[in-house]
């Protein structure tokens, strides 16, 4: 009887070890959880900077007028893809874009939509028109101008 109890009292609790405790879906292996994706940058404002000599360089542009700018993105002779115009207006304590052969810092914000659409524009801009209003019409004009740390002329 006490080689029975002495066997119950051994075994059981080597009996114990061998029985699974936890669940068979247990065994798997945990799932990291998902990174959060990262959201799309806010696109940051940019400076186009206008030589001010050189602005309003054809008939009929006026040295007071709204600017619209339109950044592009070419490969070679194509273009690759383009933003609609940005028109920038005149300061009304500026008395206009005066031609003072200055360099005129103009800050603009990346239009966010506009940025969303055009992405590849916003992130590799490789020229800048620039027209300016003249009477009745918007005149193309040459600039001197630096946009994320590229220059343009």
Do not use: H
């Not at 065994?27 to 806010?42: C, R, S, Y």
């Not at 602005?55 to 609609?84: E, H, P, Q, W, Y």
């Amino acid at each position: 009887m006490w080689s029975r109890f002495f066997l119950l009292l051994i075994l059981a609790p080597m009996a114990m070890c061998c029985i699974p405790t936890r669940g068979k879906d247990d065994d798997m292996k945990e799932k990291k959880p998902e990174e959060p994706k990262p959201k799309p940058e806010v696109p940051k404002k940019f400076v186009v900077t206008v030589n001010t000599a050189v602005r309003a360089t054809c008939i009929g542009a006026n040295t007071n007028g709204d600017i619209r700018i339109m950044l592009v993105r070419k490969d070679g002779n194509r273009i690759v893809s383009k933003t609609d115009w940005i028109t920038v207006p005149k300061k009304a304590e500026d008395n206009g874009w005066i031609r003072d052969g200055t360099m005129t810092p103009i800050e603009m914000p990346y239009p966010e939509a506009l940025c969303m659409e055009k992405p590849t524009v916003c992130d590799q801009v490789t020229e800048v028109l620039i027209e300016f209003k003249g009477t009745n019409a918007w005149y193309p004009a040459s600039i001197e101008g630096e946009i994320g740390g590229k220059k343009f002329a």
